[in-house]
């Protein structure tokens, strides 16, 4: 049983799945935590949720780098609709991983500069609020596209027309 986690851990396919909810499980929970501290003005509240906001919003740069390294041994696996799928998932996390990466410094800057501007706190906190929900649309819209790379059963659309490679 060890053996067999431990053989799961060293593939990158593997690590991307088990990781890949954090960036928009993990952030939709955190921001939901954010709203109701930000409403009831705990700033212990809130700076726990921020830490939260902040972990997830960056989870989304080894979410990346692992499908970057699973990448050519799940399209061994896959037919012509996974494969666009795939391609699609990869664009779209491609065009919009910097709203995480900016997700992640505005959180850090609402943990931090309070500290020296203590009435920065509730613009910045509504600042990350704002920029965690556009961020966490996009993290639905790219993760759509890779339910459907291996779940033929979520596959209720054509699959995206494949782009030549002087589109990319």
């Known amino acids: 049983m060890i053996d067999a986690i431990l053989r799961d851990l060293r593939?990158?396919?593997?690590?991307?799945?088990?990781i890949n909810p954090l960036p928009v499980y993990g952030l939709?929970?955190?921001?939901l935590g954010l709203i109701i501290a930000f409403?009831?003005?705990?700033?212990?509240?809130q700076i726990a949720t921020l830490i939260i906001v902040l972990i997830c919003s960056a989870?989304?740069?080894?979410?990346?780098?692992?499908?970057?390294q699973a990448k050519d041994r799940v399209l061994s696996m896959e037919n012509e609709a996974g494969d666009a799928w795939?391609?699609?998932?990869?664009?779209?996390?491609?065009?919009?991983?910097?709203?995480?990466?900016a997700l992640a410094v505005m959180s850090a800057a609402a943990l931090i500069v309070p500290r020296?501007?203590?009435?920065?706190?509730?613009?910045?906190?509504i600042a990350v609020i704002?920029?965690?929900?556009?961020?966490?649309?996009a993290g639905g819209y790219i993760a759509y596209?890779?339910?459907?790379?291996?779940?033929?059963e979520f596959r209720n659309v054509p699959p995206p027309t494949r782009k030549s490679q002087s589109d990319h």
């Open 116 to 125: 020296k501007w203590p009435s920065s706190t509730g613009p910045l906190v």
């Open 86 to 101: 795939l391609e699609e998932h990869q664009d779209r996390a491609e065009d919009l991983i910097w709203l995480f990466y």
């Open 39 to 45: 409403f009831l003005r705990s700033r212990s509240a």
């Open 28 to 31: 939709a929970m955190g921001l």
């Open 11 to 18: 593939q990158p396919e593997y690590i991307h799945v088990l």
């Open 145 to 152: 596209a890779g339910g459907k790379i291996r779940h033929r």
């Open 130 to 137: 704002l920029l965690g929900l556009a961020t966490l649309g």
């Open 59 to 68: 989870s989304a740069w080894p979410v990346y780098e692992f499908g970057e």
